[in-house]
């Protein structure tokens, strides 16, 4: 069996292909100089991880590029037996019940906008193609070791690592749905393989708050942490994920118990 990922070299994607490796499949990494013709081969099973984090407001082009521009043309000219594009739960923003699948989502065109309208063009495209082994997965904030600094915990994780008082610029009620890179990799090749439906919902389905955060890490690294006065509270809505547990029987760890290992 053979498996395609694109964006190989991100941290999810990285993290997918050397599971694949291990259990004996052959995986096929694409780089950025491989000419369109070895991309025309048969890429067996894709998964589709290129994408941007936290620095999509200052890379705007490149945004589009990796969420749309490259699917549309892989989609277009590859031979494939199944494609999973990874997505993100962070499009339900704008809503204020929970985040189902069916939500009905408002977006904005402006510099946030742009990460949650390229992708959701680009499930969109793949939806929109008759063929139900082209799948998409709506991922949360993914952590573990080796994540993008690039992200809120990311970030956080390595100012503690440096030792110095850390100040938090959103407000401590802030929140978030944090999954494991662990539960990701395992829930996207059986979504791969074999997913009923062609949209799900990759999450833990609990928020953790910035001030539990906050806590753990004075507790366990001893490093002082305040928030900035008056800075922005952002919360997301409480994400669904009946979907995969009851197709799957998901049962996620949660941030809160691995915190204390990735401080350390």
Known sequence: MRFTVFGGQGFIGAAIARHL?????????????DTSDNLKSELGHVIYCIGLTGD???????????????????????????????????????????AKESARLPV?????????????????????????????????????????????????????????????NE?????????SIEDVIDILFKIAMGGRDRLYNVASGVQIRHSDIAKVIEEVSHVPVSFKNGAEKRVFPNIDISKIKQEFGFSPRLLSSDLTILLK
Do not use: M
């Open 21 to 33: 490796q291990k259990k004996g499949y052959k995986v096929y990494l694409p780089s950025r100089s």
């Open 56 to 98: 999509f407001r200052v890379r705007p082009f490149e945004t589009v590029e990796a969420h749309i521009c490259k699917l549309a043309n892989l989609l277009k000219s590859s031979d494939f037996d199944s494609w999973l594009y990874l997505s993100s739960t962070r499009i339900y923003s704008g809503i204020d019940n929970i």
């Open 108 to 168: 904005f065109p402006d510099s946030d906008g742009i990460y949650d309208i390229s992708k959701l063009l680009g499930e969109a495209l793949c939806l929109s193609l008759k063929n139900e082994k082209i799948r998409v997965a709506r991922l949360s904030n993914v952590y573990g070791k080796g994540q993008s600094t690039n992200t809120f915990l990311g970030s956080i994780i390595d100012d503690v690592k440096k030792g110095e008082a850390l100040i938090i």
């Open 171 to 179: 407000s401590p009620d802030s929140k978030k749905d944090y999954i």
